[in-house]
């Protein structure tokens, strides 16, 4: 393998009643420290990223497709009120509530933190999520000659959502549906936020 660059932190995937399905990164650790990002598909599948600094723009904007990268001021907090998220950015203001703990989220526990991490284990897991859950992978081809690895260690359920981009409201909360476009992945169809570790690979030579 090649270079290779971890993010540990959360992602939340939202769907609406308006057809815009959101996926928002808040990454606790990497290697541009702490920052939260948005992957926004709207109903006419316009793709956009909004970042807060053009090194991670950059990064994501290589790894994934998207039709239209906003680089702008963007905060999440939970600081308001546990279990709530507030997302901020001057294109997308959005407000989850995050509740229970999701089955799957309990069966995730279980994996030591150091397995759940591994590139390995991803690979190994990627058949399983194919089955289980529509349009998401652990492994995959990105672009820029990068691999990529996801490592769940935790899923709890969105219970609704409150936001507005572009000045568009979002309406109420709905499923994933259809899979976003981002890359070869997408978040779970029901909304949630989960726990992960992220590597990306640059393949030697790309």
């Known amino acids: 393998m090649g270079e290779r660059q971890q993010f540990r932190g959360r992602i939340a995937g939202v769907g609406s009643t308006s057809g815009i399905r959101v996926v928002v990164g808040w990454w606790q650790e990497s290697p541009y420290g702490t920052f939260a990002d948005a992957m926004v598909e709207r109903a006419d599948g316009h793709r956009m990223l909004l970042a807060p600094t053009e090194p991670v723009a950059d990064l994501v904007s290589t790894t994934y497709t998207f039709d239209e990268v906003r680089v702008e001021p963007v905060a999440v907090t939970d600081q308001v009120r546990p279990g709530r998220w507030e997302f901020t950015s001057p294109s997308l203001t959005l407000t989850l509530e995050v509740g229970a ?16 991490a591994s590139p390995a ?7 399983v999520a ?16 990068r691999r990529e690895y996801y490592g769940a260690r935790d899923m709890h359920a969105v219970t609704s959502v409150r936001g507005v981009l572009d000045g568009i409201p979002l309406g109420d909360l709905g499923p994933v549906d259809p899979p976003c476009r981002f890359g070869f992945s997408s978040t779970p169809r029901a909304p949630s936020v989960t726990d992960v ?10």
């Open 130 to 145: 194919r089955v289980v859950l529509r349009g998401v992978r652990t492994r995959g081809q990105a672009r820029a000659g």
């Open 101 to 116: 703990r999701m089955p799957l989220g309990h069966l995730l526990r279980l994996v030591p933190a150091a397995v759940s």
């Open 197 to 206: 570790v992220t590597t990306i690979v640059q393949v030697s030579g790309s």
């Open 121 to 127: 284990f991803a690979t190994a897991v990627d058949p």
